[in-house]
């Protein structure tokens, strides 16, 4: 019988333990800043655009690395497109609306004509 109390008293005082080491505070504070960029928001790049052009007026289709800032047009010729453009020829390729994320982690521009 006294083995029995014991282990009661054991048990109580191991679930009490448990409830208190619970309500401690964490010793890492919480992740307060969002994970996501908020839309509208713009990073910075400077480097290269991966565009992926492909069609039926298109006489080199493919993935091309230009550089930030290049136009429809350059791209248009430079993969031989010989339709009417749908994009105006003198603006520049529009990374941050268009841009997908590919499989291998790579942002890329996907036009189809």
């Known amino acids: 019988m006294r083995a029995r ?4 008293v054991v ?9 208190a ?10 992740r307060t800043e969002g994970l996501a960029v908020p839309v509208g928001q713009e990073a910075p790049y400077g480097g290269e655009i991966c565009v992926l052009i ?8 493919g993935s091309y690395a230009l550089p930030y800032g290049t136009t ?6 430079l993969a031989g497109f010989a339709g009417e453009s749908p994009y105006p020829a ?8 268009d841009a997908v994320l590919g ?3 790579v942002w890329r521009i996907e036009i189809v004509v």
């Not at 048990?11 to 409830?19: D, L, S």
């Not at 039926?56 to 289709?61: E, I, K, L, R, T």
């Not at 003198?90 to 609306?97: F, L, N, Q, S, T």
């Open 21 to 30: 080491a619970a309500l401690l505070p964490a010793p890492v504070p919480p």
């Open 11 to 19: 048990g109580a005082a191991a679930v009490a333990i448990a409830c």
């Open 54 to 61: 492909r069609g039926d007026g298109v006489a080199f289709p």
């Open 103 to 105: 499989a291998d982690g």
């Open 5 to 8: 109390l014991i282990k009661c």
């Open 90 to 97: 003198d603006a520049p390729v529009r990374y941050g609306e």
């Open 72 to 77: 429809y047009g350059e791209l248009f010729a």
